[in-house]
């Protein structure tokens, strides 16, 4: 509507709430990565009941490198690593990994704002244990 259509006063829209000083700019990168680590963390634990202690995010360039470690073994992989069967337990959580790789994907491109274009996963559950998530974002 025109100011002559609504007699003259321009109308707007309800009034900001917040204050100015109060607006946020985009997040640090700081704040992206604790933000990955929360999420990669919580989605590992979801998915095989077990976590790990620690999630550690690096971002660099166009690379997010997220590394779970101290990580927890299921019991029947605690007792296949015990019975001489590691390359087993790598095997299946590799595939496992590969299976919810859009999971994972969606919880970095949330934070970063940016498209995941390739993904890999690598799990050593030798002392110290640890899995490395690794996205090529856009």
């Known amino acids: 509507m025109t100011e002559q259509e609504t007699g003259g006063s321009r109308q707007e829209g309800p009034?900001?709430?917040g204050r100015p000083?109060?607006?946020r700019g985009p997040p640090t990168e700081a704040e992206?990565?604790?933000?990955i680590s929360r999420e990669?963390?919580?989605i590992h634990e979801e998915s095989y009941g077990k976590g790990a202690e620690r999630a550690e995010t690096l971002i660099q360039g166009d690379?997010?490198?997220v590394i779970l470690?101290?990580?927890e073994l299921l019991p029947n992989e605690a007792f296949l690593v015990e019975s001489g069967h590691q390359e087993s337990v790598v095997q299946v959580r590799?595939?496992?990994q590969q299976a919810i790789q859009a999971t994972y994907t969606a919880a970095v491109e949330r934070a970063?704002?940016?498209n995941v274009v390739a993904f890999a996963s690598s799990t050593s559950i030798d002392e110290p244990s640890f899995v490395s998530e690794i996205f090529k974002l856009e």
């Not at 992206?32 to 933000?35: P, Q, T």
């Open 21 to 23: 000083e109060d607006r």
């Open 15 to 17: 009034q900001d709430p």
């Open 112 to 114: 970063t704002g940016r």
């Open 69 to 71: 470690g101290g990580l």
């Open 40 to 42: 990669i963390l919580r």
């Open 63 to 65: 690379w997010v490198v």
């Open 94 to 96: 590799h595939h496992y």
């Open 32 to 35: 992206v990565s604790d933000e």
